[in-house]
């Protein structure tokens, strides 16, 4: 396959071909050699539960040796997709907390209370007190608070109380309230165990209920709590693309998911000592860049530049310009340590959740979290010597970035009547018709960053803002999407006008993957506001990813829908077509019970008019799509007007 079919990136393709010249092997090339793939793990239709299968069904045989139907299979394997993504989430969520509570209590090394405004909002919404007490004492509550979120015996998910009110009545009549994370995923796992739960609405609507406690849980305690701990992010300038590499410079990568290891390597690359280090081996400087969720991150709070997203990954290390790349955990693929041995680059794993055989392993504990910060960039900088021939893409955008909740109603509102008010009322309008998530991530079976980029291009261009999160954010900064001047031009002439009033591009980076919880509270900020119905699912609103790969992204889906909102993924990548009646239940069923569904279109251009159409949809329910032109008025207007 000619590089241009893998990647509409351009510097992505010129890294596939030098790899394909070097014969080097990466994802597209693995994808081949795994071709063609299970049919029936396509369809959700392969079950591996239990040791008297595994068992496939098929019209021979239509049912598994228990006895389970296409639908058990089916709902169940969707169930263990959503608990998985949870789980990850949450795990992440968890560990940020523990980081959290560690930094109150003066015992983590390097951290500190950055956002103080909003550890009084979470502490608020957490009920904790905040009256005549120290910042420290008031985090050290707010943490573990949050850390009791996640296990706790009795309750429901103190942040699903933020949720608009007709939707908090939605699951709790349903019985959907989502109690401890862990609880949610525990008996996930324990309802798909062989021979529990047979009744395939009965296991999908704990599918809501778990995906439910990952947005409005795991994942929105883990983004609320980085914010206060490492700055909720503002807009800001950046660069993105492999280009961002340094020929000069010491090439530090971080990859995955937790900020908790990033935040401390671009702190301690920015200290004199590594500095005069990276001197005394003859390059210019020390360039951390990012790739995936930890580049978002970065990017979003500290402006630093993000090399690529998920099918970057091993393209970066092929540049042999990186000295070092630090994982964490997530997204990470174990082909890095294959390709890592045809260059100098050293590999080296940081988290105890997510070691690579064969990979040096530098644990990274929060109370030396520095020192240990700053080992690693001294290992990157000792490599410098060993960098052989180099190939970087002379490829980077500039990207304006950093779109949390709390900058876009500042940006709209301004500082002292911060709202979203001017959001509703250009909804309103007609000025932007509505709004749309992209989200998620690359995956090598269709083409790199095409369906994301399409899709933002067709959206934008008929008036909808378009929010992105993951990979999918990275995608769009790559083709100029989120850079302000070139992107207006692509978008339509009302949301144009609006972009260019407030100076924001039509393509707004909010951020990684669990930063999609943003997306859920900028939604219940839309209908506080006022005048687009009660309930998120009245909002013209949807959400996309067509290049899912990870059951985070199917968690991800489900928590939008479980929500009240539509949400479209490319076709083969939510495996539910094995049963009729799990995809009837998925793609229409659920939206009475929950007023979201899914839908799956591949081609993004047809999801762009499957999405306006839902949009229109929602706009007609509300009354807001009546025609407002000037009315001129003939005689029999004028006599029915005049008053006898
Ligand atoms: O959490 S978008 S490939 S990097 S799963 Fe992974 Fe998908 Fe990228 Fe971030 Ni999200
Ligand atoms: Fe087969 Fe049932 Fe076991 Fe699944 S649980 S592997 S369908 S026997």
């Not at 971080?254 to 005394?280: C, Y």
């Not at 929060?366 to 490829?395: F, H, S, W």
């Not at 951020?511 to 009660?534: K, Q």
Request: hydrophobic fraction near 40%; charged fraction near 25%.
């Amino acid at each position: 396959m000619e590089p241009k079919e893998r990647s509409i990136d351009k510097a992505a393709q010129k890294m596939i071909a030098h790899m394909a010249e070097a014969g080097q092997q990466n994802a597209w090339d693995r994808l081949e050699a795994q071709s063609p793939q299970c049919g029936f793990g396509k369809q959700g239709l392969c079950c591996r539960i239990c040791t008297m299968g595994p068992c496939r069904i098929s019209k021979k045989a239509p049912v598994g040796v228990c006895g389970a139907d296409a639908d058990t299979i089916v709902a169940r394997n969707f169930l263990r997709a959503v608990a998985g993504g949870a789980s990850a989430h949450s795990d992440h969520g968890r560990g940020v907390a523990e980081v959290f509570v560690a930094t109150a209590k003066g015992e983590a090394q390097g951290y500190r209370i950055k956002d103080i405004l909003k550890l009084y909002k979470v502490a608020e919404d957490l009920g904790v007190k905040t009256n005549n007490r120290s910042v420290n004492d008031i985090a050290k509550d707010v943490g573990q608070v949050a850390l009791g979120e996640f296990g706790k015996s009795e309750g429901t998910q103190s942040m699903a109380k933020r949720a608009p009110k007709p939707r908090q009545e939605i699951w709790q009549k349903l019985g959907i309230t989502p109690r401890a994370v862990d609880r949610e995923i525990v008996e996930a796992l324990h309802r798909t165990h062989m021979g529990v739960d047979q009744d395939y609405e009965n296991i999908l609507m704990h599918a809501s209920r778990t995906a439910l406690a990952d947005g409005w849980g795991g994942s929105m305690l883990a983004t609320e709590l980085q914010d206060i701990l490492f700055g909720t992010p503002y807009p800001g300038r950046g660069e993105v693309n492999l280009g961002v590499l340094k020929e000069d410079e010491v090439n530090l990568i971080v990859h995955g998911h937790e900020p908790i290891l990033s935040e401390m390597v671009v702190a301690a690359s920015q200290g004199e000592d590594m500095l005069a280090e990276a001197e005394k081996v003859g390059a210019k400087g020390i360039n951390v860049a990012g790739i995936c969720c930890t580049a978002n991150e970065l990017l979003m709070r500290h402006g630093v530049p993000i090399a690529g997203n998920f099918l970057s990954q091993e393209l970066a290390i092929a540049t042999g310009a990186v000295e070092l790349m630090a994982v964490d955990l997530q997204c990470v693929m174990q082909g890095l340590a294959e390709i890592t041995k045809c260059f100098h680059t050293k590999l080296i794993t940081t988290s105890d959740k997510a070691k690579i055989r064969g990979v040096e392993h530098v644990s990274m504990e929060e109370g030396t979290a520095l020192d240990t910060a700053k080992e690693i960039v001294k290992m990157a900088i000792d490599n410098y010597k060993n960098r052989g021939a180099v190939t970087i893409p002379d490829e980077k955008k500039k990207a304006v970035v950093g779109f949390s909740h709390e900058s876009i109603n500042y940006i709209l509102g301004g500082r002292y009547r911060a709202s979203y008010r001017p959001l509703n009322d250009n909804i309103i309008n007609g000025r932007i018709r509505g709004v749309c998530g992209i989200v998620g991530c690359t995956n090598p079976k269709v083409p790199h960053d095409y369906t994301h980029v399409t899709l933002a291009k067709e959206l934008i261009k008929r008036d909808v803002l378009v929010l992105t999160t993951g990979c999918a954010t990275i995608a769009c900064s790559k083709q100029g999407l989120t850079n302000p001047k070139e992107a207006w031009e692509l978008a339509g002439p009302g949301l144009r006008e609006v972009c260019e009033a407030v100076g924001i591009p039509p393509v707004l980076t909010c951020g990684s993957c669990v930063d999609n919880s943003r997306l859920l509270v900028a939604c219940t900020e839309i209908v506080r506001e006022g005048g687009l119905g009660e309930d998120i699912s009245e909002v013209p609103a949807a959400g996309a990813c067509l290049e899912s790969i990870t059951e985070k992204a199917i968690s991800i889906g489900h928590y939008f829908v479980a929500s009240g909102v539509l949400v479209v993924f490319g076709e083969e990548f939510l495996p539910v077509s094995g049963s009729k009646n799990v995809s009837d239940y998925l793609f229409g069923g659920i939206e009475k019970d929950l007023g979201g569904r899914w839908a799956v279109e591949s081609d993004p251009v047809k999801a762009a008019e499957l999405i306006i159409a839902h949009i229109e949809s929602k706009r007609d329910a509300l009354g807001i799509n009546k025609a407002k032109e000037r009315k001129l008025y003939d005689m029999a207007d004028r006599r029915a007007l005049s008053i006898e």
